[in-house]
């Protein structure tokens, strides 16, 4: 192992700290603290401009989400093909460009954060098994819970493809929900 | 440190030690061996049918492309704001459907994987310093080097914001190099 590894575990082992306990990121209050190092965790997928409301249209508004999962509950996931207590999911609004630099068609992200939102496993804190948060672009400031009358709520329980999450738009990880039988029965491609 | 995350690590471990020594990577005749763990390497960012050629169109064909970077060297450009000897990117490319689940709008990843090419920094081995490699789909075989007289090389050396890579189109690590200015002076926004 050289320095370059050694170096690399040391931020690895403050990195996955907080991701390892999931009291670790919450306040007392019960905000939940910003993931502060979720771009090191492990990518699920993109999406572009993605609705799952028919009539809702945003002219002119053009955006990735980009999700990831913290690696400890992804390796768990690996195993098992379901979510363990603690998990951490971050999905990402950036912005998306089509004409820049030597780009000529389709759609590459920009530098613009639009917000992060959270989804987090606690089956002692909330009710229905996970919690949604949300923070507002570059705010990195504790986030209150989304009311759990949110739609987000009975949406992820009504359609997620694994244990109220969306695994069906993350192709690597519905293989193995699918291969593991560890899909929702509510859940229709 | 809880048995989650000592498990975590030892996976990491396994992980990072071919992507720390880049002789590891490639095979004794010189072709690079299909690099098993970059889902887990850090994520840089992602297009939607992205073209850099203003003549070329592909009807019917919709792909994103995801990038990833090893761990290692990504910390490396966090400090210095450019790529250390060693460095391997990743980039693949995944198909992009419309409609689906709950989808209406806009576009996510499906589970074909369509491909995936490395490009890579060895400056004893190549002689502009990187090499670029293609694996096909599914296909894990070693890759033979693209030859250094193909296009890729010419347009990144001419229109790669950092050492010859696309980082314009990643911007977290954009605004790293903007800062430590590591930009490259033919580097056109």
Redesign the interface.
């Known amino acids: ?2 320095v ?2 050694v ?3 040391a ?3 403050l990195a ?2 907080a991701a ?2 999931s009291d670790a990121i919450f306040a007392p209050d019960g905000k939940l603290n910003f993931p502060a190092n979720y ?2 965790w ?2 699920l ?10 009539l ?2 945003m002219p002119g508004h053009s955006m ?1 989400d ?1 999700v ?1 999962a913290d ?2 509950s ?3 996931f690996l195993q098992t093909g379901t979510w ?1 207590e ?1 998990t951490i999911l971050v999905m990402e609004a ?1 912005g ?1 460009t089509g004409k ?14 639009m917000g992060v939102e959270v989804h987090t496993k606690d089956t002692r804190r909330f009710p229905g098994g996970w919690g949604f948060f949300a923070f507002g672009g570059e705010d990195t400031q504790p986030a209150q819970q989304i009311p759990t009358g949110a739609d987000c709520y009975a ?1 992820h329980q009504q ?1 997620g ?1 694994v244990n109220t999450t ?1 695994v ?5 990880l ?2 193995i929900a699918t291969a593991k039988k560890t899909l929702s029965p509510n ?3």
Chains 1, 2 share one sequence.
């Open positions: 192992m050289n370059r590894v170096a690399y575990l931020t690895v082992l996955t700290g390892a306990s771009r090191e492990v990518f997928s993109s999406g572009l401009d993605m609705s799952y409301n028919k809702l249209d990735f980009n990831f690696p400890v992804y390796h768990e363990p603690g950036r998306a820049g630099s030597i780009n000529h068609r389709g759609k590459f992200q920009s530098g613009d954060l949406c359609h493809a969306f069906q738009f993350y192709p690597t519905l293989k859940y229709q491609p």
